[in-house]
Structures are given as structure tokens and as C-alpha cells.
């Protein structure tokens, strides 16, 4: 796992109470599959659905804002207690704007994680704003903190780690298996 080693980003994520995540190349590789009849198919990793299960352990809440509508996410989201889900939504900023005049939640108490350039606003609003080595390269260049792996292969488990580590409740979250 790659840590937060800028102390000024781990003190700010120290804070986050909302974890906000992208769909397609943060949660999936950002592959699009389609059945011979045109159904699409959504590849999720069984390792960010962990992740996710593990920031709820922690008491933080979750979002999926998502630019397509895809009814695999929303069941991946009700199936992993994902406090908001936003679809079809391409100003990512305005849905996470609509979260937070709703909830207890604000731009300094949330983290995001996205790869394209839909995303780049919201990354840039919240107080941890991060990618993946295969995002586009501005958003590359604007984000606070970068995965190591990519979109789809735990990708989303290691940006819930890294904001479990930052408020040194990581090893309290892994303890529960031993």
C-alpha cells in the first residue's frame, strides 16, 4: 500500500469523513464490455469492495458519482453500503455539491478519487484529491496523491487505506481478521 508521506495531506485527511469514488477506471479498469445483445458487463474488484466495507468500519461514509448509468452500479452500491450514489452525472462537482448540502459533510472533510477530466473539479474542491497511474496527465499533474495500482485492480482499496492510515485506524481495521 502507498502511503500519504506529505505531512500537511496526511493532516488534512486525517479529517475525511466522506470517501467519494468514480466508477469507470477508478472502481473498473475503465473497460466497457458488451453482450451480443448490447447489455454492458462491469468488472468490479473484490479487494475495493473491501476497502470500502473497512471505511464504514471506520465511520466514514461513502458516494459513487459516476458519469454513465449503469444498473450493475447500482447494485455494486447497495451491496456495499454506499451512503450516495450520483449516475449520469458529468459535472462531478455539482453532484458533490448536492451530497454535501444534504449531509453533515463539506469540501474540507472529503476525499476523491477519479481518473478523467469530468473529475478534475471535484479532485481539486476536496481536501484530498486523488488519481491512478493510468489517469489522463492533467489530472495526473492537479491531483494531491497519486495509487500505485491502477483503476480496477485495487486502485479504490488503496485510496480507502491510505485515509485509514492518515488517521492511524489501519491497524485497528486489519486486527478484526487476525
Given at each position: 500500500m502507498r502511503k500519504i508521506d506529505n505531512p500537511a495531506l496526511r493532516s488534512l485527511t486525517a479529517k475525511v469523513t466522506l470517501a467519494v469514488f468514480d466508477v469507470d477506471g477508478i472502481m473498473t479498469d475503465?473497460?466497457?464490455?458488451?453482450?451480443?445483445?448490447?447489455?454492458?458487463?462491469?468488472m468490479f474488484n473484490t479487494l475495493d469492495g473491501l476497502g470500502v466495507k473497512l471505511l464504514h468500519n471506520a465511520g466514514i461514509e461513502t458516494a459513487i458519482i459516476t458519469g454513465r448509468r449503469s444498473p450493475q452500479v447500482e447494485i455494486r452500491a447497495e451491496a456495499?453500503?454506499?451512503?450516495y450514489l450520483r449516475q449520469g452525472r458529468d459535472d462531478k462537482l455539482e453532484?458533490?455539491?448536492?451530497?454535501?448540502?444534504?449531509?453533515?459533510?463539506?469540501?474540507?472533510?472529503?476525499a476523491y478519487i477519479?481518473?478523467?477530466?469530468?473529475?478534475?473539479?471535484?479532485i481539486r474542491a476536496v481536501t484530498f484529491g486523488a488519481?491512478?497511474?493510468?489517469?489522463?496527465p492533467f489530472v495526473l499533474e492537479h491531483a494531491d496523491w497519486c495509487t500505485a495500482l491502477t483503476g480496477g485492480y485495487g486502485a479504490a482499496r488503496e485510496f480507502c487505506e491510505a485515509i485509514l492510515?492518515?488517521?492511524?485506524?489501519?491497524?485497528?481495521?486489519?486486527e478484526r481478521f487476525l
Open positions: 475503465g473497460s466497457l464490455h458488451f453482450l451480443p445483445d448490447g447489455r454492458e458487463v462491469k456495499l453500503g454506499i451512503t453532484a458533490l455539491k448536492e451530497i454535501w448540502a444534504i449531509s453533515a459533510h463539506s469540501a474540507s472533510t472529503t477519479g481518473d478523467d477530466l469530468p473529475d478534475l473539479s471535484a488519481t491512478v497511474p493510468n489517469a489522463h492510515d492518515a488517521q492511524e485506524k489501519l491497524d485497528s481495521a486489519y
